[in-house]
């Protein structure tokens, strides 16, 4: 190996790590396919260039074809007017035209398989970009989640590295500590209230609301008043006494009038 070819290899071996983490794959690859987007066109002007030569070809193939029919038409004429010197010179000229025909319909021919092969290597370009921009779309977009999967890979790593997890825990669970102390006050303050005494002052208020709508409802008109049973007691004790008296006065005439007697 010469001393060239060693300095060179040594200048790849020290640049081209270099170089190598220096490419960013996602970038690569959206530039890959920005330049088979570009290529379309160039191969378009190149087709074009070769379809081009067909058409001139085929109008080349037309023009000696109506020339070899005007010569052939000079020679028929001079031979019928008896100017075989004449038919001669044109009979020199169509043989020069067959030759000229002969060979731009061999190139035609070539064109035209050019052209049907430039074609086909379009379409199979095509397709092949296709397949490509397809395998890079997906290349990226598996890059797009990785780097969406590095990141919580990371936070999981710090999660576990900085504590978070512990403290986390640790936050959670005094927490619950806090409720339960104050679960326990409001049921020790519960306890240590007289039940029997609110619900007794809760009928009296419901007792006293409830006299107050019977108040409304007696000045509004909806409600009878009501004779209160303390003061028909003692009327109907009258009542009761009454006959009794009767009795007495009837026994207190009866005798008297026995003693009259």
Request: aromatic residues 4%.
């Amino acid at each position: 190996m010469s001393l060239w070819a060693r300095f060179k290899r040594w200048i790849r071996s020290v640049f081209g790590g270099a170089i190598s983490a220096l490419e960013d794959p996602r970038l690569i690859l959206e530039q890959n396919i920005r330049e088979l987007n570009d290529q379309i066109p160039k191969m378009n002007e190149n087709i074009a260039t070769v379809k081009a030569n067909v058409l001139l070809l085929q109008k080349e193939v037309r023009r000696n074809e109506q020339e070899m029919e005007r010569l052939v038409a000079r020679i028929k004429a001079a031979i019928q007017a008896g100017r075989d010197d004449i038919a001669q010179q044109y009979a020199i000229q169509l043989q020069k035209t067959k030759e000229t025909l002969a060979r731009t319909r061999e190139q035609l021919q070539y064109a035209e398989a050019a052209y049907e092969k430039a074609l086909q290597v379009k379409q199979a370009f095509l397709r092949e970009k296709e397949r490509k921009i397809q395998e890079a779309k997906e290349a990226l977009r598996a890059h797009e989640r990785a780097k969406w999967q590095a990141k919580v890979a990371d936070a999981l790593e710090q999660f576990e590295v900085a504590g978070l997890d512990q403290t986390h825990e640790e936050m959670i669970q005094r927490l619950r500590e806090e409720t339960a102390r104050s679960e326990a006050r409001l049921e020790l303050a519960l306890d240590s209230v007289d039940a029997d005494a609110l619900k007794i002052e809760a009928d009296a208020e419901a007792l006293r609301a409830a006299e107050l709508v019977r108040q409304f409802k007696l000045e509004m008109g909806l409600l009878e008043p009501e004779q209160k049973p303390a003061l028909e007691a003692p009327a109907r004790e009258g009542e009761q006494e009454a006959p009794e008296q009767t009795r007495e006065t009837e026994k207190t005439k009866t005798i008297g009038r026995q003693r009259a007697r």
